[in-house]
């Protein structure tokens, strides 16, 4: 059976933080990393306004960047490699990183393999715990001052961080109401490609 007929669960965990912040979703074997960059932004969720990289195998993927190469490691593209190529390779964990300034970093890991259902539109969201830091927060130290303050009326930064948030924040609520159409989003783009794919083919013969 191809990649193309299979799929694989991957729980994304954000590192250094707890109670853990984590989301599990299930994804085709074909997908490449940078549309699991999407998958990722879309369960956090997070707004996509950083750059990423994910570490796999000794190696660097992310959008490559002449720059980068020039002063760091050299950087494969995130969008040639796919999950499914990695998984084949007995790579199991990704580590994954979103905007270099705040620094999240993630624990992506390969829980399973299975055949895909057939009547299933991937990606798709399972379950999830705990609310991912919002944009811009200023990292973990940064996310820390902002919990304490939106939760103490009296801290000195409280109307400040509530007005900069500009709407109800609850640690413990992993947003599905946001995390679920964004991860349809994402499996509508993905139909469609498909279908697009498979009537070019089929004009072709």
């Known amino acids: 059976m191809s990649h193309a007929d299979r799929i694989a669960r991957i729980m994304i965990q954000l590192d250094d933080w707890q109670p853990a912040i984590w989301r599990r979703a299930e994804v085709p074997l074909t997908t490449t990393l940078k549309a699991l960059h999407d998958v990722i932004q879309a369960a956090m969720p997070f707004d996509d306004y950083h750059l990423f990289e994910f570490r796999a195998d000794g190696k660097r993927y992310a959008i490559p960047d002449p720059e980068w190469d020039s002063l760091r490691d050299k950087t494969y593209s995130a969008k040639t ?10 790579i199991t964990q990704l580590a994954y990183t979103y905007d270099f300034g705040d620094d999240w970093r993630h624990t992506i890991t390969i829980e399973a393999a299975a055949d895909a259902d057939p009547a299933a539109e991937y990606p798709r969201y399972i379950d999830g715990a705990g609310r991912a830091p919002p944009e811009d927060v200023g990292g973990i130290p940064g996310f820390e001052l902002f919990l304490d303050a939106i939760a103490d009326p009296k801290h000195e930064q409280h109307r400040e961080l509530k007005r900069w948030h500009g ?39």
């Open 81 to 90: 490699m796919r999950l499914g190529t990695l998984f084949d390779r007995g």
């Open 167 to 205: 709407r109800p924040f609850d640690p413990a609520h992993a947003a599905e109401d946001e995390i679920q159409p964004r991860m349809q989003t994402l499996a509508r783009r993905r139909a469609l490609g498909k279908a697009g794919f498979e009537k070019s083919r089929s004009q072709a013969r």
